[in-house]
T-cell receptor, first 111, second 114 residues
Framework: SQQGEEDPQALSIQEGENATMNCSYK?????LQWYRQNSGRGLVHLILIRSNEREKHSGRLRVTLDTSKKSSSLLITASRAADTASYFCATDGNQGGKLIFGQGTELSVKP | NAGVMQNPRHLVRRRGQEARLRCSPMKGHSHVYWYRQLPEEGLKFMVYLQKENIIDESGMPKERFSAEFPKEGPSILRIQQVVRGDSAAYFC????????????FGPGTRLTVL
């Protein structure tokens, strides 16, 4: 079964607004990673948060992790049209090596 | 420092032919992972390799698919006797260490089976 489940599946906002995407997972993890994928392209790594961390920032990105609820959120502040992409969370499932991806959130930022 | 390289970027094969996908990890990375992405879906893990060793192949179909990462040269994902259902984007990722380390992805190879 899916380890990571993103919510919502699709999100449409105006430029300048904030976008929040959520990810839930089922088993214990060592870390959780967020990736961005533009249509027809490869994945770009955004941020990695370890199981002993609760929050992490990188530029306009803020990631939180709640291991008690087995959930994470990705916040993109002051969104831009260039942020339009699919966003995936991926966990290691405490298995080492392989990543288990969710179905992704498709973000559309309208200028 | 070049990123993960994959070639070819696009590959067209007829049913029954062989597909050979190549991946060169980032410099200094000795861990390679292959994932498959079907249209409108997330990525599914296939196999994890270190130099000359298959560490985890739990996501590989039992038949027709094989992977290697030789001491010298790129990692190869090989699909024999391709079928239409093999049409997908195949992504390779590499990391410096295993398990808890960040995986960096290549641009993918888009395989189309006619």
């Amino acid at each position: 079964s899916q380890q990571g489940e993103e919510d919502p599946q699709a999100l449409s906002i105006q430029e300048g607004e904030n976008a929040t995407m959520n990810c839930s997972y089922k088993t214990s993890i060592n870390n959780l990673q967020w990736y961005r994928q533009n249509s027809g392209r490869g994945l770009v790594h955004l941020i990695l948060i370890r199981s002993n961390e609760r929050e992490k920032h990188s530029g306009r990105l803020r990631v939180t992790l709640d291991t008690s609820k087995k959930s994470s959120s990705l916040l993109i502040t002051a969104s831009r049209a260039a942020d339009t992409a699919s966003y995936f969370c991926a966990t290691d499932g405490n298995q080492g090596g392989k990543l288990i991806f969710g179905q992704g959130t498709e973000l559309s930022v309208k200028p | 420092n070049a990123g993960v390289m994959q070639n070819p970027r696009h590959l067209v094969r007829r049913r029954g032919q062989e597909a050979r996908l190549r991946c060169s990890p980032m410099k200094g990375h000795s861990h390679v992972y292959w994932y498959r992405q079907l249209p409108e879906e997330g990525l599914k893990f296939m196999v994890y390799l270190q130099k000359e060793n298959i560490i985890d192949e739990s996501g590989m179909p039992k038949e027709r698919f094989s992977a290697e990462f030789p001491k010298e040269g790129p990692s190869i994902l090989r699909i024999q006797q391709v079928v239409r259902g093999d049409s997908a984007a195949y992504f390779c990722a590499s990391s410096w260490a295993s398990g808890t380390d960040t995986q960096y992805f290549g641009p993918g190879t888009r395989l189309t089976v006619l």
